[in-house]
């Protein structure tokens, strides 16, 4: 039997789906254009050639069925590329840090639109990959941004994004803590605060799809019982931190929004809003230090 890329693409569809992948057509063609190095266009000239019997294309071959396991698995897509999408910018992912999600998009949007940039100072809490951080840095002029997380791990692949993705260097600087910890020796106070914080209760994350239960950071995952515990240490300790009138921008999950508003507005933060994403469900909390 004649081995065709068609074919390959083929084994990989019917290998995903019978293992419950949710979009096994896509996944299977995305790992096939990796492992041959081809964009779409020339899949679609060559999918019914025969494939010589060469050592190059017995390498990607297996290369090619390596990945198909791995997803068969059920380790993300993007951890298995290495890669992921967000605001325009190809961003480095391994298991050590959330893989960057279009919902994230809308609060980073949001920052760009109400602040475009006059020289702001930024702290990005939870950084994880830094998405958040490299992408305002990136498409906004301010002065500086500093990302924190707990994780040394994750602040290794925020670092490598912004090598790769920043010309300006040092123009984001990452610190390790636990939140506000991770300034004790910092003495100025920010325009704007930023976070996506772990924000699933934690009784939800058993319930979640493999990819997210199984292969991602729980620790970027775990909000605690409620999924409010960041919250309510933001809203807590943030003012020391910020200047008078700076603004604060949270994540927040789709059910979140009342709870949230509530905790902003018992720690004295003013003009309290709830932004909806795209599909229509709350997805930020956007608020002002008095």
């Known amino acids: 039997m004649k081995q065709t890329l068609q074919a390959l693409l083929t084994y990989g569809q019917e290998t995903l789906k019978q293992q419950g992948n949710l979009e096994p057509e ?60 967000f605001m325009g910018l190809s961003f480095v992912v391994n298991r050590y840090v959330l893989i960057p999600r279009q919902d994230t998009e809308t609060l980073v949007e949001l920052v760009l639109k109400e602040h475009p940039g006059k020289g702001e100072q930024i702290l990005d809490l939870c950084t994880g990959s830094g998405c958040i951080a490299i992408s305002l840095a990136a498409l906004g002029n301010y002065g500086s941004i500093t990302a924190v997380d707990l994780s040394q791990e994750a602040l290794k692949v925020a670092a490598e994004n912004s090598r790769r993705l920043l010309k300006e260097k040092g123009k984001v600087t990452f610190l390790q803590g636990d939140l506000f910890e991770a300034l004790r020796t910092e003495t100025r106070k ?29 620790i970027a995952l775990d909000g605690s019982e409620d999924g409010l515990e960041f919250y309510r240490r933001i809203a807590a300790e943030s003012l020391a931190y910020l200047k008078p009138g700076a603004s604060v921008y949270l994540e927040i999950g789709y059910d979140q929004g009342d709870a949230v508003k509530e905790l902003l507005e018992q720690a004295g933060f003013t003009h309290v809003r709830i932004i909806k994403d795209a599909p229509g469900n709350d997805r930020v909390a956007a608020a002002c230090r008095p």
């Open 190 to 218: 920010f325009d704007i605060l930023v976070s996506n914080p772990p924000y699933i209760p934690t009784q939800v994350i058993q319930g979640l799809e493999p990819e997210v239960r199984d292969y991602e950071p729980r």
């Open 26 to 85: 896509l996944d299977a063609k995305y790992l096939l254009l990796e492992a041959f190095h081809m964009d779409m266009v020339h899949f679609l000239i060559d999918r019914n050639r025969e494939l010589p019997d060469d050592p190059e294309i017995r390498r990607m071959t297996e290369r090619y069925q390596e990945m198909i396991r791995q997803r068969a698995r059920r380790i993300p897509l993007q951890q298995i590329l290495g890669t992921q999408d």
